[in-house]
Structure formats: C-alpha cells, structure tokens
C-alpha cells in the first residue's frame, strides 16, 4: 500500500511516498534529507508534534508569556497536554528557557517558557495622572 | 430619579446635535436620545462630507434657503467648534450641449438661491481649477467645501453637551405619550423620560416617531449610497470635488469624487432604495460600478487605492418612482402641541444643519418666551492634532506631556493623547469606533492592523472594562468572548 | 532641535535591522542606533509563539520569540544603542530621519539609513468582500496579536480567508484556544502557504481547506453572525449557484502582506509595483544613495532565516558605503515575465557573484528556473517542485554573467 505524507521537520516540506506492507515499511521515497525518512517512520508508527501556547503571568509588564515542548508529543495528546498547561501561572519575572512542567504527562517532554517576561511597572498608572490634570 | 426635563430630542445626528446646541443658548434642561451608542452612527457620519453652495435646491424651499445659510456661516461654526473646514470650490462637469443647458438652469437656480460667485467655465478653465477632472465645461462654485462629518457632529453635541445638554445613548424610542402637558417617552430597556416639549429629529426614523405621536402621513423610503475611500495617495490626483451633471431621477447627486478634508478620496454615492432602513451592506455590483466609474473619472486611481467601502443610507420622502428630492418637512402641529417634528433630513442636511435648528428655535418662540442662557459658551475645543503641527511645537508638545511622544495610529500619525482623549470623550461614548471617529485612528491604510489592539487595550484600562465589555460599534457588537488565559 | 550625528540609523528592530545592526558593529561601525516603536525589540516576532523558525540558520526550531531573542540578547551584549518607542515620523532624502519618544522629538542625520520597518496585512478593503461591517472581522495577524500578546480572545467559531502561513497558524492556534475553525477558504487553486502548514495546522486538526473559493459575503448588523462562500472560476469570478453559508462570530482574512514604505516613499525612494518594496540594487540600496533596504519591508518573506541574511548582507555593503570605500555600479536590470512573481535585487554590477531571490507565480513540479540575457542562457536550475509560497534564492556567479546586457529570469 502507498502512504503519502508531506514532511512537517523544515520548510521544505517534501512530498513523501511509502510503501507499506502490513506493519512495515518498504520503501520511502522523495525525502531531501534523513530527516524526511525518520519523518514517515515516527509518522507511521507514532505520530508526533510539538505545540506552542501561553501562560498568564502574574505582575508581568506583558499578560501572557509564551511556551512550548521541549520535544514532540504523540499527536493524540495535544489537548490533554494544552489542559495542564492552561492550568499553569507563572509570577513574574519569567525567564526564556525556565521549564514550568517537567516531563508534561510523563511524555518525556517539558513545557518551557520561550520569552522572558519581566515585572511590570507602575508607568500605566503615571500615565494616568498626566490624562487627569 | 424621574429623567424630567424641559425638552427632549429623539436622534442625535448632525440635527438633533445642532438643535440640542442651538436650545442650550436658552434656558432648557435638554435630553437627547440616541438610539445608536454614539453621534454620527447613521446618515450624518456616512455621507461625502460637503459643505454643499445651495445651486441643487429648488428656489423657495427650505432646502435652498438653509442650504445658503449654512454653507455662508459656516466659517464661523467651524471656528467656534474647532473643527478643520476648508472652501476647495467645486465643478460639476458636462460633456454635451445638453449637459450645458442643464449646467446653466443649476447655475440660474443657484443664482436665485442666493449663492455666490457661480460660474459656467470652459475646459481650459477646468483643466486650471484641477488638470485631472474631463469635461468640456462645468459648473464651478467657489463657496462649496468639505468638513470631516463626524468631528462636525461630534462638536456638535460635545458643545451642547458643554452647555448642559444631557445625552443618552443606546435609548430606542418606543412609545410617546402625552400625559398632563407633558410627553412620556419610554426607550426600549424601559426607561421613561418626561419632557414638555419634543423634538423629532430621528432621521430615517423619524417617520416612525411621528407616528407614535398620531402623525401618520408620513414615509420614509431609505436609499442607500455606497462609497469607496481612497488611500491618501489618490489625493494627489483631485484637487476639488468633482461631480457628473446631476441625474434628476436617481434622487442623489451622481456618483462623484470628493477630496475629504482629511487628505483622501471618496468615491460614490450610489442610490438604491431598500426595505430595510439599517442595511449598511456593500453590494458587490455597486463595489464594481464604483471602482469602474471612479478610474474613469480619474483614469490615475489604480486598485491598490481602494482602501474601504461603506454605505450610507438617505432618509428620503421621495418614492422611487417620483425621483428626485422633497422638500424638507419641520412642521408644528397645532393638535399635537410642543412637538416638533423633523422629516426627510436628507441632503443638503448635514449643510443645512444650524440654520435648521435656528429655526426650530424659531417655532418654539412661537409658543413660548425663551430665556437667553447667559452662560451659553459657544467655543468647543477639538481634539489637537499632532501630526499638522510643526517640529518645533510637536516637541514642546511631547515635553509638556510625553503621551504625545507615543504614535499609536502610525497610519494617520496619531498619538496615544489623542486616543486618550477620544476614549475620555465629554458625551462619554466608549465604542472603538468612537475613538476612530474622533481621531482618525484606524482610518488609513492598515486600517486597524497596528494599532486597532493596542486602541482596544487602552480602552479596556482607562474606562476599567472587561475583555468581552468592549463594543466595536453598535449595541451587541461585542469585540471580544474573553481572555485565552 | 539638536541634531544627533549617526554613521547608521536603522528603522525597525525586527529580525532584518537587529541582524543588520549586529553586522554593522562586527564590521567596526559603532555609532548607530535602532528605532523601535514597540516597547521590545523583536518585531512581529514576538506575537509568532509557533515553532519552526531557525531551521536554516540555527540548525534547531526554535519559537518566533526565541529566535528573536538570540539577537536581541547579542545586540546588548555589543552595546548597540537601541531606542525603543520611537516612531519615525519624518525621513529625507538627505538621510534627516525625525522620531517621536516620550522623550521627545529626535532628529538624527544618518551617513546610512536601513529601512527594516517589515510589512502590513492586506485587508478587506484591499479585497473588497461586501457586506456589513460588523465586529468580529479581523487580519490574521490582528487576531494572533490579541490572542498571543494581549490575552484576548477574539471568537469561538471562525471562517478563514486565505491560506496563507499566518492564516494557517491561525486556524491551529485558535484551534488549540478552543474555537472552532469551520473552514479554511482559498480563493486560489493552490494554498499559498507552505505545505507543511497545510499538514500541521489543518490536516492535523481535520481542518478543511476549500481551493478555488472565495468569501462573499459578510453578514451581521452587530457581530458577525455568517459569512457567503462561493466556488469561483478560472478568473476568480464567484460562481453563482454555489454559495454556502457559514454560521460563524469570527472572519480571519489572511490574504497577504504589503511591505510598509510610508517612510520610504518619504524619502523618494522608488517602489517596484511587484514587490511593492524598493528597487535595490545587488547591495540592497535603493536608489536615494545612502538609504538601503532588507527583510520584509523589501519583498516578503516565507522564513525568518533568510530575513537576517538578508539583514547581514545589507550591512556588509553599508558598511563599506560608511567607510568610504567605493562599490560596483549595479547597471545591469534583473527583469522577469509573468512566471515569476517578483525578483530581487532589481539591478546587478556583473562584477561579483549576486545570491537573486524570486517567487515563482504558479506551482509546477519538474520545473527549472532560467536567467537569460539576450538568447543565451546563462544559468539553469531544476527544481523538484516550483511553490510561490517558498521564496527561491539562487546563487549567480561572475563567471556566469555574459555581457552589461539585461538579464531575465524566468520559469523554463
């Protein structure tokens, strides 16, 4: 049987062709790279993906700092792994890097903040002052 | 609390605005009630912004004789109410023996209306007034001008505002009844407002307002006028608006160009009658005629100018099949006493809107003795413009107070105090598009994509506001559902 | 006003001017400043928290902020004078550039002024879609701001116009925050984003995509309660009869980028109707001399990776441009024809070897892009497949040009 997949590893975005009998995998065919291959393979076997989302930071001169997995996710956990990561609240300041949740799941991945957030400053309610007089 | 006052106002448009300043120069305690949740919702705020000479309007009606008015006095408006008007002239222009025959009955009915310094005008005289504009000959009135029709409106109320008059948003009339000398209003959400006196300036529906007092011999047939608005850039290729030789049946003025006073380009209007009376679609036939007539009138204006279309819609007296326009109807009944009514405020109203509401004034004199108000206060100071200032004064500007050093609307060059003021407007209107209208913010070419979120932002602080509280124009139209986190 | 002497004065601190800024102070330029109107540095990429960028140039998918954080650290780290909330109201041909802080009103005077301000969402008006106009209808990029920026979220059921990257990263992250994305619609009949969008952010999510439709129509008084799709012709023209309706809060309109050149056209710099950025020449100089241009606000691009090359290289002719040193005049024209989109640069000296970058303007596989001058072929590459959503850069040597005469790039 032939599989087609598009490979989501760089833009590239190679067009990809397996064959496949039963549980294995014969031939795969029109990767430009190594990576297109193993693609496919995990694809086959157990698809993956890694998400990026948000998390409300409190007292951070922006609301929200942005997150994401350290490493791929079976692809049928994204929302249960999205729910833990809804749960979280980080106090600011927050740095690039810093893991709010170790191994999210027991999936072998940690969610980990990808912008610094620092704590917010009282400039809005100056602002406010200057409008008032 | 009772809500009893001296007089009330149904519609704050361009007239109910102009009257509710004109009363404040008396001793009344005024309402006004809007259904929308702010001035220039409807017909004042969707419209091509003209300060029109007063040559389209029948010699003998009012049209013509508040159209003069108010096109002359306008200077003096616009300097009490600080608002940016300028007189750029206009051409309406002929190709044909016909069209000059009927260039010449506009420009003797102009003559007899009193309007000044009109003059039939060669092609080469054309080509000096604006190179860009064909015609082998024109109408050119020197008088007519343009205005920015929300900031006049907007001035409008803010003046009455100042002077006491009292505005109420997001109030539907439903029901009026007269009890004891005095009328009971009662809005949608239930609310009741006496007053003794009543002024129906509801524009388009005016019609149903009359009704509730027992006037029923009036209809008001909504004719929609779809424009496009052209990107700064068009300006380069108009200098003065530009209007075909008007059809009498359309009922409109044609489709034309007008320069706007804020330095772009509008297209239209179109004229189609509707069922409905706030159906502000864009119609795609109308988009592709706008687009095909406006480059051939300006063969310069390429796709890329186009920056938005709206629509309009005129409150008209006219059916259809009559065509053409009725007179405005500002009428007295001796039946139905201390009620004003104000039909069929169509063009040239937004012109016409002082002198209208002097003479309102005027019929209630009629009935009753007004005491002058001597702390009426005609100046009303606009919103400072930062980006027309020069260098050196936008540099004070920021030292005396650094929000003028934030651009929000990069656009239109629009700082975070002119947004500020905007969203701490005196009417108190809290809408997004309240802001735009006040500032031109969001109007320009990226129309919101820089600094609509961060205009959303400001206004969820400054007025302490929930996510999903913040509206983007009208009742219901909620902008957002909530946070993500 | 006190006027403030600059070598380099650089418009944006996204990813172009933070790597352009970074190459000016390797190459011994140290009397530059960045204008930044946000409150950080980083440009659009702070707000794109979806991975996958830095692939080329990091060897590893970092996040929009990430990515962007690399070079903000480094420009710190260099001491790069960086003024933040400024917006540049003001800029000359004679390189007199004007910016509002809360400061106050800065005027510099730049030996070399780098345009980097990136690009703006096309909208509705742009696409004329009729219809009310009620809330609810946002550019994607508006609505990525609101949701990963300012914690808001914009609607629970969503329509998409236009698949294009930012669309498609829309429609999975709205996905994730719990809307429901009924449907990606494509006026095109191929995606205009990259494949692999295609797979992870619809494919993944059973996301549908409709080629060859269009939106039509908009309705609602208040908020958006239904958009029209139709189906539509070779030309593009709606067909009638095929109309369906969606029920839907949320319209998403992701139909392009226009490079912003307010300041540029300011300034007299000339614009390319296809790129809708500057004419450059094989340094990246427009045609006011001193006034140089990369990154998106010079022709948009579909990774971030090849905007900071971008920026560098800029810099690398800037830079010898400030030290006086005299460069090759570009005076042969880099033409196409209507199987590319756009080309970059505009013109070449022959002198040395010039990277062009190009966007072909239909897909096809098998297909070989071909530079010509005259009749004669001078260069030739194949490609498996020929997408307009991936930018191409092709390498052309010295060696290889033939004459002054122009030369013409094509899809063969």
């Known amino acids: 049987m032939k599989r087609e997949f598009t490979c989501i590893v760089c833009p590239n975005s190679c067009e990809l062709v397996a064959e496949i009998e039963g549980k294995e995998i014969k031939s795969i065919e029109g990767a430009l790279c190594k990576r297109g291959d193993e693609y496919v393979v995990q694809e086959i076997k157990d698809p993956k993906r890694t998400i990026a989302t948000s998390v409300k930071v409190i007292d951070g001169e922006i609301p929200l700092a942005s997150v994401r997995t350290t490493k791929p996710i079976p692809k049928d956990k994204i929302f249960e792994v999205m729910e833990e990561i809804k749960k979280v609240k980080v106090q600011a300041p927050v740095q ?12 072998g991945s940690d969610i980990i903040i990808t912008k610094s957030v620092g704590i917010q400053k009282c400039i809005e309610r100056v602002n406010k002052e200057v409008v008032a007089s | 609390m009772k809500q009893q006052y001296d007089v009330i106002i149904i519609g704050s448009g361009v007239v109910g605005s102009a009257i509710a300043r004109e009363l404040t120069r008396y001793e009344f305690k005024i309402g006004v009630l809007e259904k929308e949740l702010d001035v220039v919702c409807e017909t004042s705020g969707r419209n091509s912004g003209v300060i029109h000479a007063g040559f389209n309007n029948k010699p003998g009606s009012l049209m013509a004789k508040f159209c003069v008015e108010g096109c002359l006095g306008f200077d003096k408006v616009a300097k009490e109410l600080d608002i940016p008007f300028k007189r750029i002239g206009k051409l309406v222009t002929g190709f044909t023996d016909e069209d000059m025959e009927i260039l010449k009955k506009l420009k003797e009915q102009g003559d007899k209306n009193g309007v000044p310094g009109l003059r039939i005008i060669s092609e080469e005289e054309i080509k000096k007034i604006d190179p860009n504009v064909a015609g082998k000959v024109a109408l050119y009135s020197p008088m007519t001008g343009i205005v920015n029709p929300f900031i006049y409106t907007i001035a409008l109320a803010e003046n009455a505002y100042q002077n006491g008059a009292v505005f109420f948003f997001g109030r539907e009339v439903v029901a009026i009844q007269r009890k004891e000398e005095c009328y009971e209003v009662t809005t949608k959400n239930n609310e009741k407002y006496y007053a003794k006196w009543l002024i129906n300036s509801a524009g388009l529906n005016s019609d149903q307002i009359a009704r509730m007092v027992g006037i029923t011999d009036y209809t008001i047939y909504p004719c929609r006028g779809e424009y496009f608005i052209l990107d700064q850039k068009a300006s380069a290729y108009l200098k003065v608006p530009a209007y075909p030789v008007p059809n009498k049946k359309e009922g409109g003025l044609g489709v034309h160009l007008t320069p706007t006073i804020d330095g772009n380009v509008l297209i239209g209007p179109s004229a189609e009658y509707l069922d409905e009376k706030d159906n502000y679609a864009a119609t795609k036939e109308v988009m592709d005629k706008l687009v095909a007539e406006g480059t051939k009138i300006l063969p310069q204006i390429k796709r890329e100018h186009f920056i938005r279309n709206f629509s309009g819609i005129r409150p008209k007296l006219v059916e259809k099949e009559t065509g053409g326009y009725a007179d405005f109807v500002i009428e007295q009944r001796e039946e139905i006493p201390n009620m004003i009514n104000l039909i069929g405020i169509e063009s040239p109203g937004l012109t016409s809107a002082v002198p209208i509401a002097r003479y309102v004034v005027e019929k209630m004199k009629q009935k009753e003795e007004l005491k002058e108000n001597q702390n009426f206060n005609p100046i009303r100071k606009g919103i400072l413009n930062f980006t027309e200032q020069t260098d050196e004064r936008k540099a004070e500007l920021i030292k005396e107070n650094p929000n003028y050093g ?30 735009k209208n006040r500032t031109r913010a969001m109007m320009g070419r990226c129309q919101g994509g820089y600094c609509q979120t961060r205009i959303a932002e400001l206004i969820i602080q400054e007025k302490q506001k929930k996510v999903e509280e913040v509206i983007y124009s009208r009742q219901q139209g909620k902008m957002f559902v909530g946070g993500v986190r | 006003m006190n006027i403030i002497k600059k070598d380099a004065v650089i418009l944006g601190g996204g990813p172009a001017g933070l790597a352009a800024a970074l190459k000016l102070k390797e190459k011994g330029i140290d009397n530059i400043i960045i204008l930044e109107r946000e409150k950080k540095t980083g440009g659009i990429l702070r707000q794109c928290i979806h991975d996958g960028f830095g692939i080329v140039r990091f060897k590893e998918a970092l996040s929009g902020p990430e990515y962007a954080d690399r070079f903000v650290q480094e420009v710190q780290r260099q001491n790069i004078e960086v003024q933040t909330e400024a917006t540049v109201i003001g800029l000359t ?12 009103l800065k005027k510099y005077q730049a030996k070399v002024v780098i345009l980097t301000m990136g690009c703006r969402e096309r909208t509705r008006g742009a696409i004329s879609i009729p219809g009310t106009r009620p809330a609810g209808v946002y550019t994607a990029g508006v609505a990525q701001s609101y949701i990963n920026l300012k914690n808001i979220m914009i609607g629970k059921k969503v329509v998409i116009l236009g698949s294009g990257d930012i669309g498609l990263i829309m429609a999975r992250r709205l996905t994730l925050e719990g809307a429901e994305v009924l449907a990606v619609i494509e006026k095109q009949p191929y995606p205009s984003g990259l494949p692999r969008n295609i797979e992870q952010c619809l494919n993944d999510y059973n996301i549908p995509l409709y080629l060859s439709h269009t939106v039509t129509n908009i309705q609602g008084k208040e908020r958006l309660e239904s958009v029209t799709v139709s189906k539509v012709d070779e030309k593009g023209q709606a067909i009638e009869g095929t109309e369906k309706e969606y029920n839907c809060d949320t319209l998403i309109l992701s139909v392009g980028l226009i490079p912003e050149n307010e300041l540029s056209l300011q300034a007299g710099v000339e614009l390319h109707p296809r790129t809708k950025g500057p004419i450059v020449d094989e340094n990246l100089q427009t045609n006011v001399e001193g006034i140089y241009a990369a990154g998106n606000v010079l022709h948009v691009h579909d990774l971030v990776d090849f905007v900071s090359i971008e920026g560098e290289k800029l810099a690398e002719s800037a830079a010898k441009y400030i030290k006086g040193e005299k460069g090759y005049e570009s005076i042969i024209p880099v033409t196409t024809d209507h199987t590319i989109n756009n080309v970059v640069p505009q013109k070449i000296s022959g002198e040395q070897d010039v990277e062009i970058s190009l966007r072909v303007s239909k897909p096809s596989k098998d297909g070989q892009i071909i530079m010509q001058q005259g009749n004669k072929v001078i260069m030739m590459k194949k490609f498996k497949k020929l997408n307009p959503a991936e930018m191409i850069h092709i390498k052309l040597k010295k060696e290889e040009i033939q004459s002054k005469e122009e030369i013409k790039v094509v899809v063969g």
């Open chain 1, 96 to 107: 690039i890097n810093q893991v709010i949740i170790e191994n999210v799941l027991n999936l």
């Open chain 2, 406 to 435: 934030e651009i929000i609307c990069r656009c239109e060059s629009i700082t975070k105090q002119e947004i500020l003021e905007a969203i701490h407007n005196p009417l108190g209107v809290e809408t997004v598009t309240g802001v």
């Open chain 3, 93 to 104: 041909n004679d390189k007199i550039v004007t910016a509002a802080t809360k400061e106050g």
